[in-house]
């Protein structure tokens, strides 16, 4: 166990059977053992006062489908932090929020409260986005029926930002994102698959051109599959130097093709 608390993440959700499994596998499970992480769902439905425990209603001023009501959701939040002190970080899940990036899993791991509140239904009563969220956090620009998957997507990356989660084989400095490229292509054995090789390079043992290639692979598969991420990269001297060096290999295209070297033989 480590000497420090660990980060604490509390899921507020009304299916916490959804993520349970998710947290207690592989390397979130081993970083909550080892006492690094610590998640705990609560569930809304426990917070509601009705004798059938409702936690949805039908919209004020008409139209389809149910909210979620404030109510439950402030007195789970509220308990919570009654009992354990209060948040960092009070995090509502909408496809509205700010875009969830690498640099907020980082500004989050170093917190230590965190609460996680996972919307369903049609949304969630407008009074919690405004005077209880401190965040409204979206994964991307699309609808989900939920919160729950951008909330595991965000225990996940966060997780594996605590010092200690990953193993020192499992750096997460050497990564995607980590300088806004993506990560250099990975082999492993056999040498051969199918007829598909092994870049020579990997295979001659010379440290100082294995970490020469990656980094240009890393420039070059940026370049090819994020042009986003590459203009907003700042070339080094070296990065330049690494893509004027090793050009990428050229692909033949059908409309195009290369005509044969004028003194080749007809
Ligand atoms: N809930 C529904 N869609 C979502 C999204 N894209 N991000 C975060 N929470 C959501």
Redesign the pocket.
């Known amino acids: 166990m480590r000497e420090e608390a660990p980060v604490t993440i509390d899921v507020f959700t009304l299916f916490p059977e959804m993520l349970v499994p998710a947290v207690g596998q592989s390397i979130l499970g081993r970083a909550c053992r080892a006492g690094l992480l610590s998640v705990r769902f609560i569930d809304i439905r426990e917070y509601a006062t009705d004798r059938y425990r409702q936690v949805d209603d039908a919209p004020y001023g008409g139209g389809p489908g149910m909210v979620m009501k404030a109510e439950p959701i402030f007195r789970a939040v509220e308990a919570a932090q009654e009992a354990e002190g209060g948040y960092d970080a009070v995090v509502l ?3 509205r ?1 700010r875009r969830f990036e690498q640099a907020s899993a980082m500004r989050f791991s170093r917190l230590s409260r965190i609460a996680l509140i996972c ?1 369903r239904y049609e949304g969630i009563d407008e009074r919690v986005y405004r005077h209880l969220a401190t965040e409204i ?4 620009d ?3 029926t ?2 729950e998957p ?1 909330a595991l997507i965000l225990v996940d990356a966060v997780a594996r930002l605590i010092p200690g989660v990953l193993g020192k084989d499992e750096s997460a400095e050497s990564e995607s994102f980590s300088e806004s490229l993506v990560e250099y292509p990975h082999y492993t054995r056999p040498a051969e698959f199918r007829g598909w090789g092994v870049p020579e390079v990997l295979l001659g043992g010379n440290h100082q051109e294995v970490e020469s290639w990656r980094r240009a692979e890393s420039l070059r598969e940026t370049l090819r599959l994020r042009p986003d991420l590459f203009r907003s990269h700042a070339l080094s001297p070296l990065d330049q130097k690494l893509l004027n060096l090793t050009p990428p290999r050229r692909r033949r295209r059908k409309s195009s093709p290369t005509p044969p070297p004028e003194s080749e033989p007809d």
Not at 137 to 140: E, K, L, N, R, T
Request: hydrophobic share 40%; proline share 7%.
């Open positions: 899940f909408s496809p929020g919307g956090v979206s994964i991307g699309y609808v989900l939920g919160g951008a």
